[in-house]
């Protein structure tokens, strides 16, 4: 993150933000495979399949996923072994990500986990469906064909969406540098509210930084993703300064003047394409820091001055 140094800004402590919570959805069935191995992209004749019954309705925004991941070929990712699932009946579709670790080597424990659909989804489905699995590889690493890893036992526990009661607040204009103290609960996001000028020039400076939080247990590892006032998704961030999350200049610009939304959460949360998408909470928990700083550039803070100095003239 870039430091703005000599510059003045002006401080505003908002108040301490309320924990989120989720309700969790409700389940309508699950299945659980064995042996089933992922080797290349969706359609490969090297992909295991299966199928499953639907035992109950519902339209899936969420999975539990508990299981065992074996390596196969050296040097796979987890985050790469993937299931592509669909649903016959309708040909609503989604894929399922159940694990973002790395390298591994031998076996890894995943879950229970509750993940959103890293794409797609997501799925209606009407008891007596028929779900179709194809379980992949985001990225081959080996030769075409040949298995990367393998879920020795997977269990898909098939949920309606959760309810996320959100904290956060409505910052308003951020002019200087807005300070807020919050916390998040393991499942909790929290959505914030703000504008900013425009920011044009590398002079302009405004930056959002998450940090360790004062109060009680802070959290460890932080997730944030910004959205536009039409709620498009303009960045995100995982670790900007260790595994806290931020944003500065760099990423942002050029970034227009207006109105946004900030979600924060704790690691792994998965933000979606739109604020009208299907967030996945992440599970660090605890009490954070949240800072945005806007300094414009150095003409632009004179020309603010000499506004002042010509309103305050004429206030007389």
Excluded: C, Q
């Excluded at 659909?117 to 081959?140: C, H, K, M, R």
């Excluded at 302009?204 to 709620?231: K, N, Q, R, V």
């Excluded at 806290?244 to 109105?259: E, K, Q």
């Amino acid at each position: 993150m870039k430091k703005v140094i000599g510059l003045v800004a002006f401080a505003a402590l908002a108040g301490t933000a309320m924990a989120s919570t989720v309700t969790p959805g409700t389940s309508i069935g699950s299945v659980t495979f064995t042996g089933v191995s992922g080797a290349a992209a969706i359609g490969n004749a090297g992909n295991s399949t299966g199928s499953w019954v639907a035992t109950g309705s519902g339209t899936v925004g969420s999975i539990e996923v508990t299981g065992s991941l074996t390596e196969v070929n050296t040097g796979t990712f987890a985050s790469e072994a993937r299931v592509n699932i669909v649903n016959s009946a309708n040909a609503n579709a989604g894929v399922v990500r159940a694990s973002t670790t790395g390298g591994f080597t031998g076996t890894l424990a995943v879950g229970p986990t509750t993940v959103g659909f890293f794409s797609g989804g997501p799925i209606s489905v009407t008891a007596g469906d028929t779900l179709n699995f194809e379980w992949f590889e985001s990225f081959d690493d080996g030769s075409d064909g040949l298995i990367d890893s393998t879920w020795d036992t997977v269990t898909y526990n098939f949920m309606t969406a959760a309810t996320i009661n959100n904290g956060g607040a409505a910052l308003g204009a951020v002019t200087g540098v807005t300070s807020y103290s919050g916390g998040h609960v393991a499942g909790g996001l929290d959505f914030f509210t703000f504008s900013v000028p425009a920011i044009v020039n590398p002079g302009d400076s405004f930056s959002i930084a998450m940090s360790a939080g004062l109060i009680g247990t802070s959290m460890t590892d932080t997730e944030i993703a910004l959205y536009d006032s039409l709620g498009n998704k303009v960045a995100e961030n995982d670790d900007a300064v260790g595994l806290f999350s931020g944003l500065d200049y760099d990423d942002l610009t050029p970034l227009a003047g207006g109105s946004y939304t900030l979600v924060t959460g704790g690691f792994n949360s998965v933000f979606p394409a739109t604020l009208a998408g299907a967030f996945t909470a992440g599970t660090n928990a605890g009490s954070y820091e949240l800072t945005l700083t806007y300094v414009p550039a150095p003409s632009a803070l004179a020309l603010l001055g000499l506004g002042g100095i010509v309103a305050g003239r004429r206030r007389r």
